[in-house]
């Protein structure tokens, strides 16, 4: 059975702090993707990657950073963490191979940020 | 960017009911795929559509590509309360890259 799972379920962060969410995958996908759920705004893409120490900003990059040191993890890095940034955020992998490969997502954190 | 425009945002039926969700878009996808997403949890892959005219049967639920697969519809027969959900539908842009551009989602809600 794939699995992409995340590293925490819920977190209580403080404005100001240093946020690390991680995302492991067991599906040697090449593409991973960190997104944010927000009530009437959809999935926003925040970062992805498309390969080891590779990452492209997608729609929503500012206040944020990632890390890819191995193939099977997508670190997502709040550096100081703001309330606007209290979310769900959703990690996801998908391979390379075929347009129809099916994008696989994780369980999500639910972020608050007081 | 593409859009993917979803409509309705909100449904809310009774059980054994039939609805309709639609997903439009003025730009061409390569695919389309629908995902539902239960709360708490990360959206699950339903179905993917890949061929303009394309439609799939998954038990009660029909999915349609348009013709010029620009848009897509998931059609839900004699709804359960399992049924309740975010659906989302999510395209794949004709250009290079792996990014999908998902739809802002449709809540139903299906009432016993």
């Known amino acids: 059975d794939v699995k992409v799972t995340q590293s925490s379920r819920y977190l209580v962060k403080r404005t100001g702090e240093k946020v690390f969410l991680e995302c492991v995958q067991d599906m040697d996908h090449e593409n991973m993707f960190w997104y944010r759920q927000d009530p009437g705004l959809g999935l926003r893409l925040i970062y992805f990657?498309?390969?080891?120490?590779?990452?492209e900003k997608g729609d929503i990059p500012e206040g944020y950073s990632v890390s890819r040191e191995k193939k099977e993890r997508f670190s997502l890095i709040l550096e100081s963490a703001s309330t606007n940034q209290t979310s769900m955020y959703l990690c996801?992998?998908?391979?390379?191979?075929?347009?129809?490969?099916?994008?696989?997502f994780g369980p999500g954190t639910r972020l608050t940020v007081l | 960017t593409q859009l993917l425009e979803q409509s309705p945002q909100f449904l809310s039926i009774q059980e054994g009911e039939n609805l309709t969700v639609y997903c439009n878009s003025s730009s061409v996808f390569s695919s389309l795929q629908w995902y539902r997403q239960e709360p708490g949890e990360g959206p699950v892959l339903l179905v993917t559509v890949v061929t303009g005219g394309e439609v799939k049967k998954l038990k009660r639920l029909t999915f349609q590509f348009g013709d010029a697969r620009k848009d897509s519809s998931l059609h839900i027969t004699a709804a359960q309360p399992g049924d309740t959900g975010l659906y989302l539908c999510a395209g794949d842009p004709q250009a290079a890259g792996n990014k999908l551009t998902f739809g802002g989602g449709t809540r139903v809600l299906v009432k016993p």
């Open positions: 996801a992998s998908r391979g390379l191979l075929y347009r129809t490969d099916t994008q696989y």
């Open positions: 990657s498309y390969d080891v120490k590779m990452k």
